[in-house]
């Protein structure tokens, strides 16, 4: 029986595995796995098959040992055989290919076996199961998702949930992806984000497309992300409406440092309840009128759709994120309605947008 499962691990390897160990390798290439040659040297090296001891079987031939003494059994049989052998690393696509058609079939090696998560981690592997905790970017942790569930071993989507834990970023990486949805798929959210998290924040249980980066973030947080120096403020700039806006973006961003920069697609009533979890101070400011100096003016009609006023003519649309910018930029947001409503937040702003002014003022002079 052992001999005929080494005979269809070479037949698997030689026809699929070598394919998926050639393809892994590629795309981990910085990893220092074993070559597919030395990978055949391990499994064909010459080791005596397991047999059952008397102690395990009865008068009949009957194995009275239960399914874990059994294993236990096996596992001391080739790890003293294998002692002294060279550890041979094989990166986690590769060993999740094989082990999706052989389930099983590489267990018995274990013991010199070591997979290479997409970062070139090793990890150990007990009964076809990654084990030892570790720290990792949240990227690996991603890609360790994904290829768990593209082979469908449930043992690895496990490990990459509940066995890495993601390393500190810096707040930078957190917006870098709040706007970069595609760079995500709703299954790997779903596969990583805890059940009550997932209720609490979409009950319905689906991840809309346009929050997958925000979800993201949720999962980040919720298996133990810390983020580095985080700002103490942040304020995001919306319109009342959307209609009539030309520009495809969502919101504008307000950073601590003063600087101001578009964002699409972003939830920010979501993404400002999180920032808030994480200490800081995150609002939302709705502008239902855009005054400028030099490029106009934009309001809202009864229907409550943009449009843009530019020398007295009057236009169905307005460039609602650039003409905020400048608006600011420039300090005329205190001669719109908003500024007397919301001046409290305003004022919270002005402090901001003053640092960046300072700023300039030192590079030019």
């Known amino acids: 029986m052992y001999i005929l499962k080494k005979i269809i691990l070479f037949s698997f390897l030689f026809f699929y595995g070598f394919k998926a160990f050639s393809q892994g390798t590629n795309s981990e290439i910085k990893c220092n796995s074993n070559s597919i040659d030395e990978l055949y040297s391990l499994i064909y090296s010459p080791l005596e098959p397991f047999e059952p001891p008397a102690t395990a079987v009865d008068d009949d031939g009957n194995i009275t040992a239960s399914e874990d003494e059994l294993f236990s059994l096996r596992r001391r049989h080739f790890y003293d055989q294998l002692k002294g052998e060279d550890i041979v690393s094989i990166n986690l696509q590769t060993y999740a290919t094989i082990n999706k058609e052989l389930p099983g079939v590489l267990e018995d090696f274990e013991p010199v076996i070591k997979i290479l998560l997409p970062d070139c981690q090793p990890v150990s592997l007990f009964r076809g199961v990654p084990v030892s905790s570790t720290a990792a970017d949240f990227n690996t942790i991603l890609k360790t998702t994904e290829i768990g569930l593209k082979t469908e071993l449930e043992a690895i989507v496990n490990y990459a949930r509940s066995s890495i834990e993601p390393k500190p970023i810096k707040f930078e990486q957190i917006l870098d992806i709040l706007k970069n949805d595609l760079a ?35 999962a980040f947080v919720s298996l133990g992300g810390k983020v580095i120096n985080p700002p103490n403020q942040l304020f995001f700039i919306k319109p009342r409406s959307y209609s009539g806006v030309i520009e495809d973006y969502s919101s ?18 979501l993404v400002s309840q999180m920032l808030n979890r994480m200490g800081v101070k995150a609002q939302i400011l709705i502008i239902s009128e855009v005054e400028t100096d030099v490029a106009g003016n934009c309001t809202l009609d009864d229907a409550g759709r943009w449009h843009q006023i530019i020398g007295g003519r009057k236009s169905r649309n307005c460039p609602f994120f650039s003409l905020a910018s400048q608006m600011l ?15 409290i937040v305003f004022r919270q702003l002005e402090a901001i947008l003053s640092i960046a002014k300072n700023n300039n003022k030192e590079t030019n002079s």
Request: avoid cysteine; charged fraction near 25%; charge should be negative.
């Open 184 to 218: 995500i798929t709703p299954e790997i959210i779903n596969a990583i984000l805890p059940e009550p998290i997932a209720e609490r924040y979409f009950p319905d249980g689906n991840i809309p497309t346009g929050n997958l980066s925000e979800a993201a973030i949720l």
């Open 252 to 269: 504008l961003i307000i950073k601590e440092d003063g600087s101001i920069e578009p964002a699409a697609a972003l939830n920010t009533s």
């Open 329 to 343: 930029e420039n300090g005329t947001y205190k001669r719109t309605k908003d500024y007397v409503e919301q001046n």
